[in-house]
Structure formats: structure tokens, C-alpha cells
């Protein structure tokens, strides 16, 4: 029809049939992308950043031109004192996927993430969301926008110290000015899709930093907000229980379909989260592409040097690859508490600690049995010479010793303290997830 | 490092030296400007000042009057009871079973026992009427003081200008306050009040301000993110978390009020301050004594029990 049309109307086609031949073709060429297109469609472009500019000082605006003349960020601030915090950033955002942001720390990334709900005010560019341009809304309407379609994840969790967990969950409902039963209600139910269904009327000091920060991301999804901003969610957890809240954001978010901006400095994070990453630099976005082209196809040295480790055994330490240390058997404990502690965990052998958790030794099952028919003590069946490493020792390093031991090893820290456990599962089944070839390493 | 010369340092500088030049050659009359503005505002002003002293000298009979309604043997477990209520504020919003209350009884015991003791001295009136200026004169330091302090804290221009006047307040020798308050509201407990107040809001303001301004920014942002508008960002928000500080401000205010108010007997406030006043003036060790042990009974109760509140 379309081809029609423009054959029938096209105004050229009364000069020579030539031009008719070429017009015919262009707009053969038009359809036929539109039709191998088609396929894209469901990626809807959620958010969109265009040419976004952000300086901070008294007179920013005044900054824009110098910017545009092509001078450094230094420069601008020996001559101005203005900051350039964000210089020129584009980048699309599709629904329902996960976007990295991913930077050193003072690169701007956390910056760009508040440009999006306008906590940060953009100097210049054009925020939108979904086809509302958010830098264009007046107070009222940004009120509107971030109570129902924005929500947003902090780095120290920030949950209200006076408030107890439903309470700090139903917190976008209260402001949007929903009833009291109602918000409590749907705080608990979005409590229940984090996992802490009981901890309802905790305090939140007494939480741990994990379940604080599941508290974070229910008040976040509490709101029914289609977009979340994670602010560098879980860089203020420790290792095994960040893992273990990444692998539940992308469950959750497998369910609930939100598009998330999620910025992070560990490019582990970042590879393991995204679906795109956008790499920044200096205020300036260096490269955007999925986790595979920015390790296969880096596009500057940065980038480069960025990635260089990773994907080899020797980036995965002994802190991605260790359990938690339980249990552990207290050297003051006689054998039979040794044998009942490894038959309610089912396992062989059990880590001995002092006070303070400082490692002494390890007793394996059938020394506690032979100690305990004949009256030894735990002390006679210690086995002292055991391999320990640091929490950032590299596999590659543990890998050949494990092989070898017969006992599982302890990750130990300066003075002697056990921060965790390796058996030879966890080893494989690290290499495995990052796509390592066992044997050649 | 090099200066870079702006035309604002200049304009300082031309300052300082104008400013020289004035204090070398002429002799200011600071004192007469005084004078004239409070000349003037007594002048122009008067029905406000009798609108303010009607106010304040109702409010502060109406509570004289109340407390003391009852005979001090029937008022003493009155205030007790009240004691016991506040220093058990948490435990009563938990809905413990009032058995629990027996345990933090230290305060109400000690609060019974003193009040007892200023009967037993035959001080009963005077204190209530020295409980009823602090009572009035503080809920008026904090009326006006927290607000401000509140402004304060999310204006930084106003911030700056209550930070000199703060400091310019409470470095004041506290009996200057005394002379304007008397030449606007003549003798008695209404100048006795005003001076109080003025000496007894700036932690009240300090405090506010502060706790609100300490609060972290993450939480700040919060509101923010998710939609607060600036009253749901105050009451949801920077309030609450800004409490424990605010109520210190109070306590503060509070324990200032008190000892303003035996001061403030020298221009004719009533109460126990004015026992201490007569005692000086008779050389009578003995009524000033008694008339300062009250005060200190009725300090370390208030004191206690604005602290217990500022734990909940």
C-alpha cells in the first residue's frame, strides 16, 4: 500500500522513469527494514537520556558553552571552579531489563542515576520516561512521577530508624496518601516476595545489612514503580550475601518485569546483572553494550585495561569461592559434640575455633569416633597442618591444593580468624558460573 | 596560592577602612540609639505590649490557679502520679502490664518525697508559682524557638543571620535583659517571663537545628525519590529522626527557664526566687537555703523527667 502510494504521489515521478526506478527502490528497501524490525518491538525504549549535561557550581549554564568549545573537565575548573559531574551522556534503556551503570567511584554514575529522577537537577539535556520528558515537569507533576513510576534502592539502605520494617515498606504508599490498612497490608505482601515474611514489627537496627537492604528493595517495589534506581545497592554487603540478593533481584525481577538502572563499581556485579552495562569515565559514558561485547570487544584502553582480568581463574578469589563458616566446633567442646555437630550437618569434618573464631584445627569423623571409644580428647585428634589461604588468595592458587588435601580448607584473615570455608564443590561450581574450563586451570 | 582579586574584596575592604574611619573620629552613641528605638517602641507599640502582658499574665494565673486548686496534701500524689505516667511513657505505649512500672520508680519516689519536703518547709506556693512561670515561660521559648529552629535548618540564609543572633543571646550578660523587659511591661512575672524566655530559647532553636540538619542525606533523599511533599518530608521525616536532639533542645530550655526565673525575681517575678532575693537582702542563711533546696527539687524532677522523654 505504502509502496503504492508513494509510486502514485510521488511528485518526481513525472521527470524520467529513472528517478521513479530509484524512489520504488528506497521505498521497497524502508518496508522491508520496518518488516525485519518487527521482531525488535517488544523492546520497548522505557527510558531515554539524551545529551544529558550536568555541572555543579553557582553557574553551571555559563559552563555549557565552554563544554561544547571542546574543553577538558580540568580545564573548566582551574578557570571556573565548576565541576563538570556528567558531560554530554546518551543512552536508551529498554523495558524490563536490567541497565549497568558501571564506574569509579567519582566518574558520575551516581549522579546520572539522580538526573533520572530529577533528585539531581540536570544542567542540560532531556530526561524521559516512557513518553513523559521528566525534565520537563513542574514540581507537581515530578511528585506524580516519583510516587507511582520511580522507585529508587540506596547504598546504605536508608530505611527510617523510628519506623519498624512494614512501616518503612508501606512509606511510598503513605506519601502517595493511600489508607493505613490497605498500605500495611500490601507492605507485608511485597515483604513476603523478599523473603521476610516474620520481620514485619523488627526494628530495622536490628536487622543485618542483607535483610536491611531486602527492606530497601520492598519499599522500592511496595510503590508499584515500573523503573527502580539501585544506587550501589549491595556494595555495602559482604560477599556471599550480595551474591545471594543479586541472584534474588534478577528471580524477582524475572517475575515482576521492572526496568531497573542499577549502578555499581564491581564489574563482577555489573557482568553477572546486566543486560546492557554502560561503562563511565570522567563524567563521560565510554562504552555501552552487553557484558559480552565490553569483555570481547572493549573499545578503548580503559575499557581495556577495565576487563583485563576477568574471565580467567585468577580474578575469582577465595572470597567468591568460600562458604559460610558453619559449623564450627569450639576447641573447649569434647568428640562427641564434634560427632553430633557433623551428623546434623552432614558432613565429615569439622573446622575447630577459639574464642574469636581463630582457627586451631580440623577433626575428621572417624578420629572423633576412635577418640571417643577410647576416652582421647579433642586435643589428642586435631589435625594442626592444615593449608589455609587469604580471603584474596586466587583459585588458580587453591585450585592444586585442594586437589591434593583430603580435608576441605579455611580462609583465614590477618590474626588467625576463619571468615570461611572451601570444599571442592564450591570451587568447581564457581569456575563453573563464571565459564572457566576446570581442567585447563 | 595567589589571591584573585574580585569586586567583592573590595568593596569589604572599603568597608573595613570606612568603618575605621568612623570609630577613630566619632564617638557612636550605641547606647542612645538604644534608648530611642525602645522609647520608640513604647511610644508606638503600647497596645501590643498590653495585648502580650494580658496574655501572658492570664496564662500564667490560670496556672497558678490550677495547681494550686487542691491543697498541696492532695496536689502531691496529683504531680506524682503525673511523674509516674511520663517516666513510664514507653512502657505504657508498649501496653505492659502496670506491674512493670514498679521497676523505674526511683524518679516518682524521689518526686513524692521532694515535693513532700517543700511542703514540710512551707514553700508549697511559692513553688507552684515558680513551676507555673517555668511552665509558661518555657512552652513559650519553645513555641517560638522550635519553629525557628526548624526554619533554620532548611534555610541556610536564615541559618546564618539566627546563628549571630543566637551567639549575641546567649553571650549577653543575662541581667541585660531584665531593663528593656522592664521598661516595656513595668514589674511583676509578665517582664520576669519575657526576659526567661529570650534567655531560655536559644538551645531550643540550637538544638532543632541542629538535629535536623544531622540527619543523613540518604534519608533526605528518600523522601525525595519517592514523592514527599515538604510537610510529608517534616513529619514523616526530618521530625522524628531529629527527636532525640529536639527533646534535648526542650530539656535544656526547660532547665534554663528555671534558674531565669529566680533572676527574673529581681524585677518582681514571683516564687521561690524571690524567698532567695529576700534572704540575700535580710542576710538569712537559712530562708535562702530552704527557698534554693526547693528549686533544686523541682530542677532535678523536671530535668529527669524531660530526659526520660527524650529516650522514648
Redesign the interface.
Known amino acids: 500500500m505504502i509502496v503504492f502510494c508513494t509510486f502514485v504521489l510521488n511528485p518526481y515521478r513525472i521527470f524520467s522513469i529513472h528517478s521513479i526506478w530509484n524512489v520504488f527502490l528506497t521505498e521497497l528497501l524502508s518496508f522491508l527494514r520496518v518488516i525485519l524490525m518487527d521482531e525488535n518491538e517488544d523492546h520497548i525504549k522505557k527510558i531515554k537520556i539524551d545529551h544529558l549535561i550536568k555541572v555543579f557550581g553557582p553557574k553551571s549554564l555559563r559552563i555549557i558553552p565552554l563544554l561544547k568549545k571542546g574543553l577538558s573537565k580540568d580545564e573548566i575548573f582551574e578557570k571556573t571552579e565548576h565541576i563538570v559531574a556528567l558531560n554530554d551522556v546518551s543512552f536508551e534503556v529498554c523495558e524490563g531489563e536490567i541497565f549497568v551503570i558501571m564506574g569509579l567511584s567519582g566518574c558520575g554514575k551516581s549522579t546520572l542515576l539522580?538526573c533520572i529522577?530529577r533528585?539531581v537537577e540536570p544542567t542540560a539535556g532531556i530526561v524521559s520516561v516512557g513518553d513523559v520528558n521528566v525534565t520537563g515537569l513542574n514540581p507537581d507533576e515530578?511528585?506524580?512521577?516519583?510516587?507511582?513510576k520511580?522507585?529508587?534502592v540506596?547504598?546504605?539502605f536508608?530505611l527510617?530508624?523510628?519506623r519498624n520494617v512494614r512501616e518503612n515498606v508501606a512509606?511510598?504508599l503513605?506519601?502517595?496518601g493511600m489508607a493505613t490498612d490497605e498500605r500495611l497490608e500490601k507492605a507485608e505482601k511485597t515483604l513476603q516476595l523478599v523473603g521476610l515474611d516474620y520481620y514485619g514489627d523488627s526494628m530495622p537496627d536490628q536487622l543485618s545489612g542483607g535483610m536491611k537492604q531486602r527492606v530497601g528493595l520492598a519499599?522500592a517495589l511496595a510503590?508499584g514503580a515500573e523503573i527502580l534506581?539501585m544506587d550501589e545497592a549491595f556494595s555495602a554487603l559482604d560477599p556471599m550475601i550480595r551474591r545471594d540478593l543479586q541472584d534474588e533481584l534478577v528471580d524477582i525481577n524475572e517475575k515482576l518485569n521492572r526496568t531497573i538502572i542499577f549502578v555499581t563499581h564491581d564489574l563482577d556485579e555489573a557482568l553477572k546483572l546486566g543486560d546492557h552495562i554502560a561503562l563511565m569515565n570522567e563524567g563521560e559514558v565510554v562504552q555501552i553494550g552487553t557484558p559480552e561485547e565490553i569483555l570481547t570487544n572493549p573499545k578503548n584502553e580503559f575499557v581495556e585495561r577495565f576487563v583485563a582480568d576477568v574471565d580467567v581463574s585468577k580474578v575469582l578469589t577465595a572470597n567468591e569461592v568460600m562458604k559460610k563458616p558453619e559449623p564450627l566446633l569450639p576447641i573447649t567442646a569434647g568428640p562427641h559434640v564434634a560427632l553430633r555437630l557433623m551428623k546434623e550437618y552432614g558432613i565429615s569434618s569439622i573446622f575447630v575455633a577459639a574464642r574469636n573464631r581463630r582457627l586451631m584445627g580440623l577433626v575428621v569423623v572417624d578420629d572423633a569416633l576412635e577418640a571417643v571409644r577410647s576416652h582421647k580428647t579433642l586435643e589428642e585428634i586435631l589435625i594442626k597442618d592444615l593449608p589455609s589461604f587469604r580471603v584474596d588468595t586466587p583459585v588458580s592458587e587453591i585450585i592444586p591444593m585442594i586437589a591434593d588435601s583430603r580435608y576441605p580448607c579455611a580462609v583465614v584473615n590477618e590474626e588467625g580468624r576463619i571468615e570461611g570455608i572451601i570444599v571442592r564443590g564450591s570451587v568447581l561450581a564457581a569456575l563453573g558460573r563464571s565459564g572457566v574450563d576446570v581442567f585447563e586451570a | 596560592m595567589y589571591l584573585k582579586l574580585k569586586p567583592s574584596y573590595l568593596l569589604k575592604g572599603l568597608f573595613v577602612v570606612v568603618f575605621t574611619i568612623v570609630l577613630l573620629l566619632w564617638e557612636i552613641p550605641l547606647g542612645g540609639f538604644v534608648e530611642g528605638i525602645v522609647d520608640w517602641i513604647v511610644i508606638n507599640l503600647g497596645w501590643l505590649l498590653d495585648g502580650i502582658s494580658y496574655l501572658l499574665e492570664s496564662l500564667v494565673d490560670s496556672f497558678k490557679t490550677s495547681l494550686l486548686f487542691l491543697p498541696a496534701l492532695w496536689m502531691i500524689p496529683v504531680l506524682t502520679g503525673i511523674v509516674v505516667v511520663i517516666s513510664n511513657a514507653s512502657l505504657i505505649r508498649a501496653r505492659a502490664p502496670p506491674a512493670e512500672y514498679l521497676q523505674n520508680l526511683s524518679l516518682s519516689v524521689l518526686a513524692f518525697l521532694g515535693l513532700l519536703l517543700i511542703q514540710n518547709m512551707g514553700l508549697w506556693e511559692m513553688s507552684m508559682a515558680t513551676l507555673a512561670l517555668v511552665i509558661v515561660a518555657a512552652l513559650v521559648a519553645l513555641g517560638i524557638g522550635v519553629p525557628l529552629g526548624i526554619l533554620g535548618a532548611n534555610h541556610d540564609r536564615l541559618h546564618a543571620v539566627l546563628r549571630v543572633l543566637l551567639d549575641f543571646m546567649q553571650t549577653m550578660p543575662s541581667f541585660v535583659y531584665l531593663i528593656p523587659a522592664v521598661i516595656f511591661f513595668g514589674l511583676g512575672d509578665v517582664p520576669g517571663i519575657i526576659a526567661t524566655v529570650i534567655f531560655a530559647m536559644p538551645p531550643a532553636i540550637r538544638l532543632t537545628t541542629l538535629g535536623i540538619r544531622q540527619i543523613p542525606k540518604e534519608l533526605i533523599e528518600v523522601s525525595e525519590a519517592f514523592g514527599a511533599t515538604p510537610t510529608q518530608k517534616l513529619i514523616k521525616i526530618q521530625l522524628p529522626v531529629a527527636l532525640p536532639t529536639i527533646m534535648a533542645g526542650i530539656n535544656q530550655c526547660i532547665m534554663l527557664a528555671l534558674s531565669m526565673t529566680v533572676i527574673a525575681s529581681m524585677i518582681g517575678a514571683g516564687g521561690l526566687g524571690y524567698q532567695v532575693l529576700t534572704g540575700i537582702q535580710m542576710v538569712d542563711i537559712g530562708m535562702g537555703f530552704e527557698a534554693g533546696l526547693a528549686i533544686v527539687i523541682i530542677a532535678i524532677v523536671l530535668d529527669r523527667l524531660t530526659q526520660n522523654l527524650a529516650s522514648t
Not at chain 1, 515530578?142 to 507511582?148: F, P
Open positions: 539522580r529522577n533528585i515530578l511528585r506524580e512521577i516519583r510516587r507511582h520511580i522507585g529508587m540506596f547504598q546504605n536508608a527510617l530508624p523510628h512509606f511510598g503513605e506519601v502517595q519499599r510503590s534506581l
